[in-house]
């Protein structure tokens, strides 16, 4: 008995390594996908990415298969994987008008916010002000910090992560995992990179002052002009 025990015990080690392993894995190759390093259509070796990170080509090819559910790499067969081509003008407006969906519908169901949601939603807030002030000093700077843009990227989704998880509906959090995999798509077609970080803090900082009364604005409302204020300057809808 004790033996089998020992066994188990050491196979979810194992299990709980081998997935840590995949997902530092994941993120490295995310990271060269985001930094436009690799162009549109570039052969991804699945034994070459593992010689640059030193590791076998299970956790790559996991890691692989998890990136085509983002959209950002595909598969050919017999051909292997390459770097995605990036959403068209038609799909990111498609994407956002999911997106206005989605999130607006959360933030109404998520109201009236509780005090854990509440402390949830304004530790998300200041983490994603805190990065945003760091991307803003690298910009002018002039710095180019992939992780750092990674970074913020992570608390801008952590943030909405926090409305949905409070919505009470399963299947809208579970839409919204699926869609965030296009985000993802949706920043690597961005050619300008992240320049709006002052609008995002601030629409933010709106939101969360609708879930906790401050304003007259409900926290749908909010959330609706949060989308409509990021998609018009991703797709500078007065030039489009």
Same mark, same amino acid.
């Given at each position: 008995?004790a033996?089998e025990?020992?066994?188990?015990?050491?196979?979810?080690?194992?299990t709980?390594?081998? =997935?840590?392993?995949?997902?530092?894995?994941?993120? =490295?190759?995310?990271?060269?996908? !985001?930094s436009g390093?690799?162009?549109?259509?570039?052969? #991804?070796?699945?034994?070459?990415?593992?010689?640059?990170?030193?590791v076998?080509?299970?956790?790559?090819?996991?890691?692989?298969?998890? !990136?085509?559910?983002?959209? #950002?790499v595909?598969?050919?067969?017999?051909?292997?994987?390459?770097?995605?081509?990036?959403?068209?003008?038609?799909?990111? =407006?498609?994407?956002?008008?999911?997106?206005?969906?989605?999130?607006?519908?959360?933030?109404? !169901?998520?109201?009236?916010?509780?005090?854990?949601m #509440?402390?949830?939603?304004?530790?998300?807030?200041?983490a994603? =002000? #805190?990065?945003g002030?760091?991307?803003?000093?690298?910009?002018?700077?002039?710095?180019?910090?992939?992780?750092?843009?990674?970074?913020?990227?992570?608390a801008?989704a952590?943030?909405?992560?926090?409305?949905?998880?409070?919505?009470?509906?399963?299947? !809208?959090?579970?839409?919204?995992?699926?869609?965030?995999?296009?985000?993802h798509?949706?920043?690597?077609?961005?050619?300008?990179?992240v320049?709006?970080?002052?609008?995002?803090?601030?629409?933010?900082?709106?939101?969360?002052?609708a879930?906790?009364?401050?304003?007259?604005?409900?926290?749908?409302?909010?959330?609706?002009r949060?989308?409509?204020?990021?998609?018009?300057?991703?797709?500078?809808?007065?030039?489009?």
């Amino acid at each position: 008995m004790a033996a089998e025990r020992d066994g188990g015990i050491k196979g979810l080690d194992s299990t709980i390594r081998r =997935r840590g392993l995949r997902d530092h894995v994941y993120e =490295r190759i995310l990271q060269l996908l !985001l930094s436009g390093d690799a162009s549109p259509g570039a052969r #991804l070796s699945i034994d070459t990415i593992a010689r640059q990170l030193d590791v076998s080509p299970t956790p790559v090819r996991e890691a692989m298969v998890q !990136l085509e559910r983002t959209g #950002l790499v595909t598969r050919e067969a017999l051909k292997g994987y390459r770097v995605a081509p990036p959403l068209g003008l038609g799909q990111l =407006r498609e994407l956002f008008e999911a997106r206005m969906m989605l999130e607006s519908e959360a933030a109404r !169901l998520a109201a009236p916010a509780t005090a854990e949601m #509440l402390a949830e939603l304004r530790a998300a807030e200041e983490a994603h =002000r #805190l990065t945003g002030g760091r991307v803003i000093a690298a910009l002018r700077a002039g710095a180019n910090d992939v992780e750092l843009t990674t970074a913020y990227f992570a608390a801008d989704a952590a943030f909405h992560r926090v409305v949905f998880e409070h919505c009470s509906n399963r299947y !809208l959090t579970e839409m919204s995992e699926n869609l965030g995999a296009q985000v993802h798509r949706m920043r690597q077609s961005m050619e300008h990179g992240v320049t709006d970080v002052r609008e995002a803090i601030a629409e933010h900082e709106a939101i969360v002052d609708a879930f906790a009364g401050v304003t007259a604005e409900t926290p749908q409302d909010a959330m609706r002009r949060h989308i409509e204020g990021v998609r018009a300057r991703s797709l500078d809808l007065e030039g489009a």
